[in-house]
């Protein structure tokens, strides 16, 4: 294993690329990363120096145009993907194909199901390649998937919100205490960066400042994850996001009934027991609930709850940066797995 990886990151300025490239730069492996600009509509201009302050007096401020023969000159073994959704699905295939291994911060290979992948139209330009990639695609949560994405050529990042569900309400799920016929419902809020960084009507200062809107409700593309990785069916499932007239940052408040009475102290020692070494998620202790400002600049999922008096009722609070535990900083925990490094390693 070599000391130094050569990393390439294409969509290096969009607001996931951005921090992802801060990280990377800091990072004791990897030495400058190389950074790609789309050679779409999307990033056609040069980026001056000021844009990557990180990088300077490191020679490596300007974003090329994206090409698979710098790479290869590079001697680049890890490619970051920032890019859209459909950008993604139509250049893994190829990467694969010479030897990369990837690291994919879109939704192009997170889900399995047909049913699920449907809400993104992908038009694959080789159905079969695109099938086998699927499947081999590790979904890229560290918690839970620490062992597969180790050996993984293609890692599939979380989605922001999905992270925040998920570490939620995993611990309980698998120790089968939910009543899943009662339903669970996860009222989920997100900073606007969640939204990328191209401006939309809803995301522009005028819409957002002094508001709250709840939007793609029963339709948003994170919930297929939600039900793929925690195995439950959309009947028993509302998940409902919101934008916040803040920056960054999600906090996920996740209603549930356990199938048995049982007390705080158990509901806590569940997490413990779950997250145990794991040092990317904090467990609150009960009723002393997260808050965004915790999580805020960090790669941490903060974790914690309330208990109803009747025992079952629990309520569940996830926070998290959205471009960092919800983007780039778990890229590079993902990038740490596949490597032998430390999960810790260029995110303290």
């Not at 050569?6 to 004791?28: F, K, Q």
Request: proline letters at 4%.
């Amino acid at each position: 294993m070599s000391a130094k990886v050569n990393i390439a990151v294409l969509g290096a300025t969009g607001y996931s690329g951005l921090e992802l490239t801060r990280l990377l730069v800091r990072h004791p492996h990897v030495d400058a990363p190389l950074l790609f600009r789309r050679t779409d509509n999307g990033e056609q201009r040069e980026t001056s120096p000021a844009t990557f302050p990180a990088l300077a007096g490191k020679g490596q401020s300007q974003v090329e145009a994206f090409s698979w023969t710098k790479l290869q000159q590079q001697k680049v073994e890890l490619l970051f993907l920032a890019t859209p959704h459909e950008v993604s699905r139509e250049l893994v295939p190829e990467a694969i194909q010479r030897g990369l291994r990837v690291v994919d911060l879109s939704g192009a290979w997170r889900l399995k199901q047909d049913e699920h992948r449907a809400v993104y139209g992908f038009k694959d330009a080789d159905t079969s390649t695109a099938a086998q990639l699927t499947e081999r695609a590790v979904y890229g949560l560290p918690e839970l998937n620490a062992d597969c994405i180790a050996a993984a050529a293609l890692v599939a990042n979380p989605g922001c919100y999905a992270t925040s569900v998920i570490l939620a309400l995993a611990p309980l799920l698998s120790a089968d205490l939910v009543d899943r016929d009662h339903g669970i419902v996860s009222d989920s809020k997100s900073g606007v960066s969640g939204a990328g960084k191209e401006p939309t009507a809803r995301t522009h200062f005028v819409s957002v400042a002094d508001n709250l809107s709840a939007y793609s409700v029963f339709g948003h593309r994170h919930t297929g994850e939600i039900l793929e990785q925690l195995k439950l069916d959309a009947s028993q499932l509302i998940f409902t996001p919101h934008l916040l007239p803040i920056p960054r940052g999600i906090l996920s408040t996740i209603y549930v009934h356990l199938n048995r009475e049982m007390t705080a102290a158990e509901i806590e020692s569940c997490f413990r027991d779950f997250y145990g070494g794991k040092h990317w998620v904090r467990v609150f202790a009960a009723s002393n609930l997260p808050q965004i400002a915790f999580s805020l600049h960090t790669n941490y999922c903060d974790l914690g709850f309330c208990l109803g008096a009747d025992g079952r009722r629990l309520v569940l609070v996830s926070c998290l940066d959205n471009l960092l535990k919800g983007a780039a900083g778990q890229a590079v925990q993902n990038m740490n797995l596949m490597y032998g490094w430390s999960e810790e390693e260029g995110l303290v």
